[in-house]
């Protein structure tokens, strides 16, 4: 499993963990499953894909921001939420 974060300028968006993770990057869309190799990434307006632990999907609408993925920790930093 995978730890994921999502933070915005006002609050913490969402935290927890998760199986994957699809997000907008400002070269095209990619996702991050456990034991994915170290990226940090810019984000462009789009859909963030959460698959958690337990299947459950959620997503969220971002206004760009970057995206870190390290040893399992994911975050995720975005201008907005939609």
């Known amino acids: 499993m995978m730890n994921l974060v999502i933070l915005s300028p006002e609050k913490e968006i ?8 699809i997000v907008p990057g400002a070269e095209g869309q990619f996702e991050m499953l456990e034991n994915h190799a170290a990226i940090v990434s810019s984000l462009k307006s789009g859909e963030v894909k959460v698959t958690k632990a337990n299947g459950e999907k959620v997503t969220f609408g971002v206004e760009g921001g ?14 907005s939420v939609k």
Do not use: D, I, R, Y
């Open 14 to 21: 969402f935290a927890g963990e998760v199986k994957s993770v």
């Open 66 to 79: 970057f995206a870190e993925c390290l040893h399992n920790e994911v975050s995720l930093l975005v201008s």
